[in-house]
């Protein structure tokens, strides 16, 4: 099944918030002909698009392609959620790659996150950012685990943003109970997407970049100056990103195996005018779920609730009726609320959890997988992947050596193995474990 038609229809953004609020670029013209091109990126998310801004700041000629619209995919439809650290508990990660590797890893996050808002104040981007990302936990162990995490976080890495909350305290800040605490991440924060990825759009082509809409990549050659083919036309390059994510389709077999797309959706409300209750400092927050609920506020008042799963590759006929009554279960008192928006998009996960970037052959680069946690780490892929191609590969290196090991049975098994493991963990989280 080919993601990138089975849910939205063709050079058209999803009927998402971020979509009607947010004022859009011009159509870029479709590739014609053959081209040639320093580098030819494939995917206008945040990867492909920063890698873009990055390489023609640094003077390559770029030709990036995109198979539907700019920040069509997860870039644009996301929870808007800017995370710190990688997508794995910092003790755990010291024990996997050990502590000095830890160290760059979280260095790099922070490096991420300072990226996204360095970005948005000297591009002019206006995104909506707001500081705060709360993490609640539905039970006392949970909540001391957060908790042991901040100050390990704070002794050994220095970072003291971290508010711990006890019962009460998730309470007051979420406007739910239900939480035995959790923690306010303030290093960390929530934006618009689509207004993000659309940013770095105009940057890129501001710096020299040519990016193509309704450009799908149709085959991938071979060879020093390898030949990218779409319907239309070819890009000649000596160095190709893939930046697909969930997306990535059977264009290169070696990454697939490693990703798996899987679906995710988000409802947003009319404006809660009357319920001052919710969220009254304006964070973000996601619960401890594996199947995680991701919730905020608009910058127009609106509550943005994301969370849902699916066992195959198409969307929900209803997704407002299969996201609401998460929603409700946290806030009762929401339900004479209008659901005014509902959508949803195509993620890419790893079975680490953690993002995967390689160099599977000389001149190709690919970075994916972020598992949700990729606005902050997407843009930095981008960045990383156009050091690696200008001559300086260190950081690029230090994540391509995460742990990212391929699913049994490769891509052609993905959509069996979804199903086995969105019912299992399901079937955790309705059980509290």
Not at 136 to 165: C, F, K, M, N
Not at 263 to 285: K, Q, S
Request: hydrophobic residues 40%; charged residues 20%; aromatic residues 8%.
């Amino acid at each position: 099944m080919n993601l990138l038609h089975a849910n939205d229809r063709p050079g058209a953004y999803p009927p998402s918030l971020y979509a009607a609020c947010t004022p859009r670029l011009a159509p870029c013209p479709p590739l014609a002909g053959t081209v040639r091109a320093d580098v030819c990126v494939i995917g206008g998310g945040f990867t492909g698009l920063s890698a873009a801004l990055g390489l023609a700041q640094r003077g390559y000629s770029v030709r990036l392609l995109e198979a539907q619209r700019l920040g069509f995919g997860a870039s644009g439809r996301n929870g808007g959620q800017v995370g710190s650290g990688q997508r794995m508990d910092q003790r755990e990660l010291e024990s996997r790659v050990g502590l000095d590797d830890a160290r760059k890893l979280w260095a790099l996050a922070e490096d991420a996150k300072a990226e996204v808002k360095t970005l948005t104040a000297t591009q002019g981007m206006a995104c909506d950012w707001h500081d705060g990302v709360a993490h609640v936990a539905r039970s006392p162990q949970a909540a001391s685990h957060e908790a042991q995490l901040a100050e390990h976080l704070a002794q050994h890495y220095d970072y003291t943003a971290i508010e711990v909350l006890d019962r009460s305290g998730a309470t007051h800040e979420t406007g739910a109970t239900g939480f035995a605490g959790g923690v306010i991440d303030w290093g960390a924060g929530h934006l618009n997407p689509l207004a993000f990825a659309l940013g770095l759009a105009r940057a890129a082509q501001a710096a020299g970049a040519v990016l193509h809409e309704t450009s799908e990549v149709t085959a991938l050659g071979t060879g020093p100056r390898r030949i990218v083919k779409t319907a239309t036309g070819n890009v000649e390059a000596e160095h190709v990103i893939l930046a697909c994510n969930g997306y990535l389709g059977k264009l290169h077999s070696p990454t697939a195996a490693r990703v798996m797309p899987i679906n995710n959706f988000i409802i947003a409300t009319d404006p809660l005018d009357d319920f001052p209750e919710v969220l009254p400092r304006g964070i973000a927050v996601a619960d401890d779920k594996f199947v995680v609920n991701y919730w905020r506020r608009s910058a127009d008042g609106r509550l943005i609730f994301g969370g849902g799963e699916t066992y195959g590759y198409r969307f929900p006929a209803d997704i407002a009726a299969m996201v609401r009554p998460l929603m409700l279960k946290l806030y009762p008192q929401l339900a004479p609320v209008r659901i005014s928006h509902a959508w949803g998009g195509t993620l890419a996960i790893t079975r680490s959890r953690l993002p995967h970037f390689a160099r599977p052959e000389p001149g190709l680069y690919t970075a994916s997988g972020y598992s949700g946690h990729g606005v902050a780490l997407a843009t930095l892929a981008g960045k990383l992947m156009a050091e690696a191609i200008s001559g300086d590969a260190e950081r690029f290196d230090v994540m391509s050596r995460l742990p990212s090991p391929a699913f049994p049975g490769g891509a052609s098994l993905r959509p069996s193995l979804l199903v086995l493991a969105m019912t299992w963990f399901a079937l955790r989280d309705r059980l509290g474990l």
